[in-house]
Structure formats: structure tokens, C-alpha cells
Nanobody
Framework: QLVESGGDLVQAGGSLRLSCTSA???????MGWFRQAPGKEREFVAA????????YYADSVKGRFTISRDNAKNTVYLQMNTLQREDTAVYYC??????????????????WGQGTQVTVSS
């Protein structure tokens, strides 16, 4: 079970940090963040390897978002800076063991958490 938090209403240009945790141990999982805007399919945002040494980003967020993790706290983060209206979406985390960060967008995930709503106003 994955639990996302940290979403909020923020003005364009602002920042937010999302958190993802779970009742299960995440330290052996490659983890990713995804988002789904109203009327659109869920899309990949960012991924991080189990040890935090490798990251991978969608072009739309590269340079603005940073994914990180603290395995001691069993938490994965998404720092979002310079937010734009187009970033408005419900944000979800998910992951898989033993996969490269570039494979995270392609994994068929069976379960999703509730997500956390990010709304960016102009």
C-alpha cells in the first residue's frame, strides 16, 4: 500500500514537495512518480533507483523537478519547483524491484494509491 502526501494549491512559479511512503519496505524498489491530469491518461514523471544513485525524468519536468529518497525513512520525495499550470494533476508513486529507472514507465502496475492533488493557479 502506497501513501502519497504533500499536494496543495500553489501559485504558478511556486514549489511543493511530495512524499511517498508505504507499509512495505521500499528500499529494494526502483520507485517512480506519475501524474494524471483531468481527462488525460496517467503519465510518467520521474524515477529513482533503489540506492538513489540513478534518476530519470520526463522531458516536461526535467530541470524543475527532483526525485530523491531516504531509505532510512522509507520515503520517496518529489521536489517540484517553478510549477506551471500544466503540472496540475493527481500525483502517484509506484515502483518495482530489480528494474532500471528507464523501465519504470513501462511496468504494468497492479495497484495504485489514492494519490495527492497538486493544483497550480495562475
Amino acid at each position: 500500500q502506497l501513501v502519497e502526501s504533500g499536494g496543495d494549491l500553489v501559485q504558478a512559479g511556486g514549489s511543493l514537495r511530495l512524499s511517498c511512503t508505504s507499509a512495505r519496505t521500499l528500499s529494494t524498489y526502483t520507485m517512480g512518480w506519475f501524474r494524471q491530469a483531468p481527462g488525460k491518461e496517467r503519465e510518467f514523471v520521474a524515477a529513482i533507483s533503489a540506492d538513489g544513485g540513478s534518476t530519470y525524468y520526463a522531458d516536461s519536468v526535467k530541470g524543475r523537478f527532483t526525485i530523491s529518497r531516504d531509505n532510512a525513512k522509507n520515503t520517496v520525495y518529489l521536489q517540484m519547483n517553478t510549477l506551471q499550470r500544466e503540472d496540475t494533476a493527481v500525483y502517484y508513486c509506484n515502483g518495482a524491484p530489480l528494474v532500471h529507472v528507464t523501465q519504470i514507465p513501462r511496468v504494468g502496475y497492479m495497484y495504485w494509491g489514492q494519490g495527492t492533488q497538486v493544483t497550480v493557479s495562475s
